[in-house]
């Protein structure tokens, strides 16, 4: 479908240089609140001053938070953070009284609830989380419900996936449809893969339990497969499958921009990323800028990774009144005219269905009609044994 040239994304879509979710983001941030110095005490009569946030830098939109701050009075202070585990550092010394709120993804929110680092909350309160995605609902999206007591404890928000941009022109799609095109000495010197070593082990133990026949036998510890909880002996042949994947790669790439280049150039035909390259290619495509296609393969035959990202209440947060702001800053980040003003600056997929208030191109671009693949992806989870993994890490590097 041509991508007309008046679309509102041609400048609402920042260039790979900036759309890196895993990055800092400070320009994203201009005008909005700088994180605190020191600890907020709230005297406990006073109504509340500052609502304070652990959270991803990208999301914090000026526009959006300014209007809020408007209508309650009070100062958005956020704090961002790179990564889960450092917010989860944060959280488990003491910051449960240093924040209100903090953004999680995968399976990280349930660690945080199992630790008492969050709180429940009432989605009666948050109306917009009926207008999610069926796939997101509390029925079938399970990581944000707690399994003893039913209780809730999370909000989705932004979703994506660790698939595959390919060039069309280089690799078939039939190929790229399993993750076997990533280890495949056909293509050698014209692959890449990112720098990030938890989802390069994860993705090969999908594909190590499945040459095995072990993802879908009964698991040690009792429970599905998840490529995060590998054994001994799958981590033992995943190391040997980077090994062997190690000559077949041109580099591995630590930035967005790096990977474009990569793509754009056509030194390489594939990587895995978070779907934010693909964006911005496909719409220089569609602007004339380049002449090469590329697609995006979310999940493969295996069984792929994904993210959803969420907002969590602490366990901090004891106040009435402070809990209801909680509540109305999550319902008013949802609501579909400012989710999709934030889906279209992070280059991220929202959780809300915005098909309404979309285009035809937005549609395609952001993924809205391939929201139900989520189902069969592996959300992103904490290794098992991080010992293990960066040893696995250290060796492939080392061979």
């Not at 609402?12 to 020191?38: D, E, H, M, W």
């Not at 917009?128 to 007591?149: G, H, I, Q, S």
């Not at 510890?221 to 001994?232: E, M």
Request: aromatic share 10%; with cysteine.
């Amino acid at each position: 479908m041509t991508h007309s040239k008046c679309s509102p994304f041609d400048t609402a879509v920042p260039s790979a240089t900036s759309i890196n979710r895993r990055t800092v983001l400070k320009t994203l941030a201009a005008g909005a609140a700088t994180a605190i110095a020191a600890p907020y005490i709230r005297p406990a009569s006073a109504a509340p001053a500052q609502l304070r946030a652990l959270m991803w830098e990208v999301y914090a939109v000026p526009e959006i938070v300014g209007a809020f701050e408007e209508k309650h009075k009070i100062k958005f202070s956020p704090t961002f953070f790179d990564g889960n585990s450092e917010a989860y550092n944060k959280l488990r010394v003491g910051g449960t009284k240093d924040f209100d709120l903090v953004q999680a993804d995968g399976f990280w929110p349930g660690l945080y609830f199992r630790e008492k680092l969050i709180r429940a909350i009432d989605y009666g309160k948050i109306p917009n989380t009926a207008n999610v995605y069926p796939v997101f609902k509390p029925e079938r999206y399970k990581l944000l419900t707690d399994e003893a007591n039913g209780q809730h404890f999370g909000v989705t928000w932004c979703w994506g996936s660790y698939g595959t941009t390919y060039n069309t022109a280089g690799m078939p799609k039939e190929k790229v449809q399993s993750i076997e095109a990533l280890f495949d000495p056909a293509f050698s010197g014209r692959l890449a893969t990112s720098a990030r070593f938890e989802e390069n082990i994860a993705l090969a133990g999908i594909l190590v339990a499945t040459r095995m026949g072990t993802k879908d036998k009964p698991r040690p510890d009792g429970k599905s497969f998840n490529p995060y909880v590998l054994t001994d002996e799958e981590l033992a042949e995943v190391e040997k499958l980077l090994i062997q994947q190690k000559p077949l790669l041109l580099t591995r790439y630590q930035d967005n921009t790096t990977l474009q280049q990569l793509l754009e150039s056509g030194a390489i035909v594939a990587a895995p990323e978070f779907a934010q390259v693909y964006r911005v290619l496909t719409q220089k495509k569609e602007k004339g800028e380049i002449d090469l296609d590329f697609a995006h393969q979310l999940v493969p035959k295996e069984g792929g990774l994904g993210w959803v990202d969420t907002w969590l209440v602490t366990s901090g947060v004891t106040d009435p009144a402070m809990l209801d702001i909680c509540h109305d800053f999550m319902n008013t980040f949802l609501a579909p005219e400012n989710i999709k003003k934030i889906s279209l600056v992070a280059g991220s997929s929202a959780t809300i269905d915005l098909r309404a208030i979309s285009t035809p191109e937005e549609q395609k671009l952001f993924l809205m009609d391939r929201t139900e693949e989520l189902a069969s992806m592996y959300m992103f989870d904490q290794p098992s044994s991080p010992e293990k993994w960066e040893r696995v890490w250290s060796r492939m590097q080392a061979a």
